[in-house]
């Protein structure tokens, strides 16, 4: 298997395809580790449809542009953004108002596929969701999707600054008790790869709320979690992207 520069330290170039949407992709990457952090939405949990309706609800409720908002929304925590578009507003409130909205809005909140034979082939202890939700909507996300709630969940509430800044997966890894550099990101946000590299942790991208070519700063870009696969070898998890 050809190999990209994993958390044990191999390098090789990356074999590129061309996936249906002609986007680069990496492929046939593997990846060593001793811990895989998960972001929620776009990754675990499709919710998208929610977090766009109600980020424009509440865009033409104080007449901004809703483009505007939800082209810096994704995968920045609530508190944030209210404070970069709307200053004049009591930040706190507008992210209960957002958060109790959104917790709400279940119409289209699925499972994204896959997600849930990969949580389930890692052990215990070795994986954990960092979110930029509040922990009670990571939790009621989790649990609409039939997923299992991990031993640690990194939420809003745990950082003073949210994703691209390092804090939440350093919050991760240390709630996990290893290493940054034992740890493997998936994201699907340019902001969470950001926040992953500045961790000091590899990160794979999916292509299911950004394309490809917003992802480039990623270690490895997937179409899909279908496409990784885990296994726990010797005290470790290896991690392919076929």
């Not at 578009?85 to 809005?105: C, F, G, I, M």
């Not at 994986?127 to 991990?150: I, N």
């Not at 600054?161 to 998936?186: F, S």
Request: charge should be negative; charged fraction near 25%.
């Amino acid at each position: 298997m050809l190999r990209v520069r994993g958390l044990a330290g191999d390098l090789a170039p990356p074999v590129a395809k061309r996936g249906p949407d002609h986007e680069k992709l990496f492929t046939m990457a593997n990846f060593v580790c001793s811990a895989v952090l998960f972001d929620l939405d776009g990754v675990l949990v499709d919710s998208t449809k929610s977090v766009d309706r109600q980020w424009r609800r509440w865009a033409a409720e104080h007449s901004i542009d809703p483009d505007q908002v939800t082209a810096i929304a994704h995968g920045v925590r609530t508190i944030e953004v209210v404070r970069q578009l709307a200053p004049h507003l009591s930040a706190e409130e507008e992210t209960e108002k957002l958060e109790a909205r959104e917790s709400a809005d279940r119409d289209g909140v699925e499972v994204m596929p896959g997600a849930a034979h990969l949580v389930n082939s890692i052990p215990q202890g070795r994986w954990c969701v960092v979110t930029s939700g509040t922990r009670k909507l990571a939790a009621s996300r989790l649990h609409l999707a039939g997923l299992p709630l991990p031993k640690v969940l990194v939420s809003a509430e745990d950082v003073t600054q949210g994703k691209p800044d390092p804090q939440p997966y350093l919050k991760g890894a240390a709630l996990l008790a290893l290493p940054p550099a034992e740890c493997l990101v998936i994201e699907d946000a340019p902001a969470g790869i950001i926040s992953s590299h500045a961790a000091g942790m590899k990160v794979i991208a999916l292509t299911t709320t950004f394309p490809a070519d917003k992802l480039q700063e990623a270690d490895a870009v997937a179409q899909a979690l279908p496409e990784i696969q885990v296994r726990f070898s010797d005290g470790k998890l290896i991690v392919d992207l076929n």
